[in-house]
């Protein structure tokens, strides 16, 4: 009889493995180890295993688990358990472990974070929570927490790290040496040291490569940068993140509204930043709300995309009302009703790659007032080269289709019409919106198509009602 691995010779085992495959996922036989190890309540194999896990690794494998296992792994872990792991899941799955967790445990996970990972999972929390956990924490760290969220939500302030290094400016290159390596409450990472006045005023900054090619004696004003990048802490995180990516920043310090240094971005902040900014447009071009999440429930879901398709609806019996105006000429020639929707149809994907366009461009500042009517006229261009090419296309596939000549004219002019009014307002109500201060990723959709079908059947028809006197 073959003999059985233990679940703590294999976890064990995987513990020195690579837990993701070539393309990066995670390996079902982890999901399934774990989930054996859950039903034998075996805690110290389970620490066993994820004792070196990367924290991604672990906020993957909790993402595979269903709720009753995640809470069963977390209560194994106890304080082995890596409270990183919650910035690499979802705000569902983040917002299920920590209900299952008392104030004092997670006040005690917490502590062990950096200020902007700690901020992250917290500001997800009710007010009265979050109070509840900042209580449990150390006079100092409490006040940390409590001033970032002094700050607005999606402002630098609330993404800075509050430990960075600041040197006075009558210090020398070695005095600054010798305190990096002596002192034990630095950050585990930075690349660049600050120089402040007493007031804690910033005053420039020197790079690390720079310090240490510098001698000993050198006072430290006299090869600082006074020319750096800074970053309001009340500033949009957008706005920091266009900053580092226009300027190739690897950090940048955070300063309040009298140029006192209160924190430091880095890129690895920047890089989620950027990645969350990307995931709110791409699901606000398609009528989802922000913070939805895969593991969210159906209720959930179908509540935050129930106002989108309200909005729909009613924009699609706008364009009804066209088609109910040409009602006779529907009835007299039966290949106008078959044909009508690749009208839409094609007007709709021309506005929707000009919308997405426009919308991206707005976020990044590459479109705006100086720019704008250069855009207008390349994308109606193209909407017009494209409507044509589409007209011969189409014209002669109906012409055939239905053997009738003028079928195919029709339907050629009212997809030049259409694509040319599709690519017109894919970027004319984007640009509006933004200039209402209406966030154009989450609003253009539904007002974009109503513009495309209701141009769309009503070009087409009113050019059929002319051409075959109907």
């Given at each position: 009889m073959a003999e059985t691995t233990s679940p703590a010779a294999m976890a064990e085992e995987w513990r020195e493995k690579d837990w993701r495959d070539e393309e990066g996922e995670l390996l079902p036989e982890v999901v399934e180890l774990v989930q054996s190890i859950l039903a034998a309540e075996d805690g110290a194999s389970l620490k066993s295993l994820v004792s070196d896990a990367h924290e991604a690794d672990l906020g993957a494998l909790l993402a595979q688990l269903d709720a009753e296992d995640r809470s069963r792994a977390v209560a194994l872990l106890g304080s082995d358990f890596d409270f990183n792991a919650l910035n690499e899941v979802d705000e569902t799955i983040r917002a299920e472990i920590l209900e299952?967790?008392?104030?004092?445990?997670?006040?005690?996970?917490?502590?062990?974070?950096?200020?902007?990972?700690?901020?992250?999972?917290?500001?997800?929390?009710?007010?009265?929570?979050?109070?509840?956990?900042?209580?449990?924490?150390?006079?100092?760290?409490?006040?940390?927490?409590?001033?970032?969220?002094?700050?607005?939500?999606?402002?630098?302030?609330?993404?800075m790290k509050d430990e960075?290094?600041?040197?006075p400016p009558f210090w020398?290159?070695?005095?600054?040496?010798?305190?990096?390596?002596?002192?034990?409450?630095?950050?585990?990472?930075?690349?660049?040291?600050?120089?402040?006045?007493?007031?804690?005023h910033l005053q420039g900054h020197i790079r690390l490569d720079r310090l240490l090619r510098a001698k000993r004696p050198v006072v430290v004003t006299d090869i600082l940068e006074e020319e750096m990048h800074t970053v309001g802490a009340s500033e949009d995180q957008e706005d920091a993140a266009l900053l580092f990516?226009?300027?190739?920043?690897?950090?940048?310090?955070?300063?309040?509204?009298?140029?006192?240094?209160?924190?430091?971005?880095?890129?690895d902040d920047i890089v989620d930043v950027i990645e969350e900014e990307a995931d709110e447009d791409i699901k606000a071009l398609g009528g989802v709300k922000a913070d939805e999440e895969i593991s969210d429930s159906v209720w959930t879901t179908a509540k935050g995309r129930f106002r989108w398709l309200l909005i729909n609806l009613v924009t699609a019996f706008l364009a009804t009302t066209v088609l109910k105006s040409f009602e006779h000429q529907l009835e007299a020639m039966v290949a106008l009703a078959?044909?009508?929707?690749?009208?839409?149809?094609?007007?709709?994907?021309?506005?929707?790659?000009?919308?997405?366009v426009a919308v991206r461009a707005l976020a990044t500042r590459e479109l705006g007032p100086r720019n704008a009517w250069r855009i207008v006229r390349r994308e109606v261009s193209v909407g017009l080269f494209n409507?044509?090419?589409?007209?011969?296309?189409?014209?002669?596939?109906?012409?055939?289709?239905?053997?009738?000549?003028?079928?195919?004219?029709?339907?050629?002019?009212?997809?030049?019409?259409?694509l040319v009014a599709g690519s017109l307002g894919g970027v004319l109500?984007?640009?509006?919106?933004?200039?209402?201060?209406v966030d154009p990723a989450i609003s253009s959709g539904p007002f974009v198509t109503t513009v495309t079908d209701v141009t769309g059947f009503f070009s087409f028809l009113m050019i059929a009602s002319w051409w075959f006197r109907i």
């Open positions: 299952d967790m008392a104030p004092a445990t997670v006040a005690e996970g917490i502590a062990t974070l950096e200020t902007d990972d700690a901020v992250a999972i917290l500001e997800d929390l009710d007010e009265d929570e979050r109070s509840a956990i900042l209580d449990k924490l150390s006079p100092a760290d409490s006040f940390a927490l409590r001033r970032a969220f002094d700050y607005p939500e999606g402002s630098a302030g609330r993404r960075f290094i600041a040197v020398t290159v070695g005095q600054v040496i010798d305190h990096l390596r002596e002192a034990a409450d630095l950050p585990d990472d930075f690349t660049e040291i600050f120089i402040v006045d007493p007031g804690f990516e226009r300027y190739n920043l690897l950090s940048a310090p955070v300063v309040d509204e009298v140029n006192r240094l209160v924190g430091v971005l880095t890129v078959v044909l009508a929707p690749i009208v839409a149809s094609q007007g709709g994907s021309a506005a929707t790659q000009t919308m997405t409507g044509i090419a589409f007209a011969l296309i189409t014209g002669t596939v109906a012409s055939f289709w239905f053997t009738n000549a003028g079928i195919g004219v029709v339907i050629g002019l009212a997809l030049v019409c259409n109500v984007p640009l509006a919106l933004d200039r209402l201060k």
